[in-house]
């Protein structure tokens, strides 16, 4: 009897004790345990706030997506728990939701000044200078963190630091060590092994990623960078090898297509190359390269026709269209008139009226108004003027008159600028003769002078 009276009691203790703390159970806690943030609020909204409500409340504003009111709260607990770190977090939190991320910065800096050793918030910080290119305080921070810290999480905030200003070597440097440190980091071997092949050394490359492949030969990221390497150091049958274990393993990105294709294409398994390359161009269709090699692969295959409508796609993409470069032209003289720099101004208004705007023959009024007002050139100025009338239509007289507005005002349409034109080559040239004339240039001669009558030469008075 004994033996049941001692667990019957504890039993009964037991009860007793669950029945007290449910009886104790905060309404507000016990709506934020069962994500019923809405009665959360509602519950708050009837209580004095004090610090510990205003946290439960912008945890509550937060789960259900109103950062900017829960921002606001996590501001007015900075105001009643001024040195609290966690208030300037929640808030930066907030912060970068809603796309403040200066604002988050500081609040970030603030976390970090009250608590030098919160990992978290210096890690968050660093990774928000990173995203604003603020690359040389990333790196002074992260530098500074990986004094009292060497795990792989800080090394790898370095090393994009040293990428952000372009340092590979650094970069490389602090991937190595996370290699040797850390082994089984497969982001240092696949970015060591992107940046070596940006800087085409695909040896290293292989080295960096093979390093990783003897723990796991079946990681997506760093076989895509080893693929790749094979590829471009030519070494197609392990390229292939390589880009058909990543479609296995569910890899069937364009890159990984594209570069499969390429690489059946160059050991002339056409038939192979035609169907992983029409793959990526699902992808991709307007990508020269890709159909240039699909077109190939086509033509060495009985779909010959196929591969010359994909080269032809080709050649319309990689040639402009007028109207794409006409506006980069317009653009351009926009910008060397801005600069003032007529000489190039007019040089680029040429290129495109004989280039892509052929039918736009007032850009040759416009050139000569260039060459007389700004760069002094008269003789230029009659050609163009001479050239630009010469693309007058016939017309009558009538059409020749100016256009006029209801109130007799001109109207400068082209048959305007074609009067205009005439007239001012007109007016150019007379004031040429005087010019000349005035230089010694042009002899006059009286036409009632007297000759001989034998040799018909005149007499000198």
């Not at 504890?10 to 009665?39: G, H, K, W």
């Not at 290293?204 to 150091?233: F, G, P, W």
């Not at 569910?250 to 990984?256: R, V």
């Not at 009558?396 to 001109?410: I, Y």
Request: net charge positive.
């Amino acid at each position: 009897m004994r033996k049941l009276i001692i667990p019957l009691f504890i039993l009964l203790f037991i009860s007793v004790s669950s029945l007290l703390r449910a009886q104790n159970t905060n309404p507000v806690q016990e709506a934020m345990a069962n994500y019923d943030y809405e009665t959360a609020l509602s519950l708050i909204s009837q209580e004095k706030p004090t610090v510990p409500l205003l946290y439960l409340k912008g945890k509550a504003l937060k789960s259900l997506g109103n950062n900017s009111e829960a921002l606001k709260v996590y501001e007015e607990v900075i105001g009643l728990d001024s040195l609290n770190p966690r208030a300037y977090i929640e808030a930066a939190e907030c912060c970068k939701s809603v796309l403040k991320n200066k604002q988050a910065l500081k609040y970030y800096r603030r976390a970090v000044d009250l608590n030098p050793a919160n990992k978290y918030a210096r890690i968050q910080y660093i990774s928000l200078l990173l995203n604003q290119r603020k690359f040389n305080e990333a790196l002074g921070e992260s530098s500074l963190l990986t004094e009292t810290d060497s795990s792989a999480v800080v090394l790898h905030l370095q090393a994009q630091s040293f990428e952000g200003l372009e340092n590979y070597l650094a970069a490389l440097g602090c991937y190595e060590n996370i290699q040797e440190k850390y082994p089984n980091d497969y982001l240092a071997a696949a970015k060591s092994g992107k940046i070596y092949i940006e800087g085409k050394d695909y040896p290293y490359a292989i080295k960096a990623t093979e390093k990783y492949r003897a723990i796991d030969s079946t990681n997506i990221s760093v076989n895509q960078q080893n693929a790749l390497a094979h590829c471009l150091m030519k070494d197609y049958q392990t390229a292939i090898k390589r880009y058909e274990q990543l479609l296995s393993l569910g890899d069937s990105a364009f890159t990984t297509c594209y570069y499969l294709g390429i690489s059946y294409y160059a050991l002339e398994k056409f038939y192979e190359a035609q169907d992983i390359l029409k793959v990526a161009h699902q992808y991709d269709p307007r990508n020269v390269n890709l159909l240039y090699y699909l077109g190939r692969a086509c033509a060495n295959t009985s779909w010959k026709e196929k591969g010359v409508r994909y080269l032809e796609e080709a050649v319309a993409y990689a040639t402009p269209a007028d109207s794409a470069m006409i506006r980069l032209y317009i653009g351009l003289t926009n910008c060397y008139k801005m600069a003032g720099q007529p000489k190039m101004q007019v040089k680029a208004m040429k290129e495109r009226y004989e280039k892509y705007d052929v039918t736009n023959h007032k850009l040759l009024y416009d050139m000569a108004y260039i060459y007389q007002y700004y760069l002094k050139d008269l003789k230029n100025t009659e050609r163009c003027l001479e050239a630009f009338l010469k693309t007058r239509p016939k017309s009558s007289s009538k059409e020749d008159q100016p256009e006029t507005d209801e109130q007799g005002n001109v109207i400068l349409g082209i048959r305007t600028h074609y009067n205009s034109a005439e007239n001012w080559l007109k007016d150019l040239r007379e004031k040429k003769k005087v010019n000349d004339f005035f230089q010694g240039k042009v002899t006059a001669v009286p036409t009632n002078t007297p000759k001989t009558e034998k040799t018909g030469e005149t007499t000198k008075k």
